[in-house]
T-cell receptor
């Protein structure tokens, strides 16, 4: 099975930078996803990391270290609309179907 | 990006009745669709993988006779919650898999979810 761990809740100030960490334990790692989910809505895809390193996409960046079983999502220039749950998900074995962590609820305040 | 719709977006039903939820991929064909359930402040839990033209594959602990899945076409999968009880109240989300063209993986596109409340 997979064990995915991320903080339950984080708060940050508008305009600031926040880093959401995710650690995982799995065998046959394929890749790691980050999704954003607003309350009562479906998740939307943010990133997919297969190789080690940092991938930047606008205000959002995602980092992966396969040897450490560790990833983070970095959000810059935070906006109020970034308040949401951020889900870390891992696919492994012969399947690309991700297994989701519990999500980190991010609250951005003025 | 691709669009996946779900219907209804919310439903309230009496205990013991059955509820059908539809998941449609609007602008692509999906051989494979997935059904998830999410309780408040919990993770998305995969219930089953729906394959067009064949039987669904259920995750451990999910009753296949209670959660009936039909994937009759490449754009439609349905989940029927039979004899619903209050403990089945949850947020049900489907996703449709689009085969990789430019990327290294098959992308999943999520529907907007269906909020089920069983009284």
């Amino acid at each position: 099975g997979q064990n995915i761990d991320q903080p339950t809740e984080m708060t940050a100030t508008e305009g600031a930078i926040v880093q959401i960490n995710c650690t995982y334990q799995t065998s046959g790692f394929n890749g790691l996803f980050w999704y954003q989910q607003h309350a009562g809505e479906a998740p939307t895809f943010l990133s997919y990391n297969v190789l080690d390193g940092l991938e930047e996409k606008g205000r959002f960046s995602s980092f992966l270290s396969r040897s450490k079983g560790y990833s983070y999502l970095l959000l810059k220039e935070l906006q109020m609309k970034d308040s949401a749950s951020y889900l870390c998900a891992v696919s492994s074995g012969g399947s690309y179907i991700p297994t989701f962590g519990r999500g980190t609820s991010l609250i951005v305040h003025p | 990006g691709a669009v996946v719709s779900q219907h209804p977006s919310w439903v309230i039903c009496k205990s013991g009745t059955s509820v059908k939820i539809e998941c449609r991929s609007l602008d692509f064909q999906a051989t494979t669709m997935f059904w998830y359930r999410q309780f408040p402040k919990q993770s998305l839990m995969l219930m089953a993988t729906s394959n067009e033209g064949s039987k669904a594959t259920y995750e451990q602990g999910v009753e296949k006779d209670k959660f009936l899945i039909n994937h009759a076409s490449l754009t439609l999968s349905t989940l029927t919650v039979t004899s619903a009880h209050p403990e089945d109240s949850s947020f049900y989300i489907c996703s449709a898999e689009r085969l990789a063209v430019m990327s290294s993986y098959n992308e999943q596109f999520f529907g907007p979810g269906t909020r089920l409340t069983v009284l």
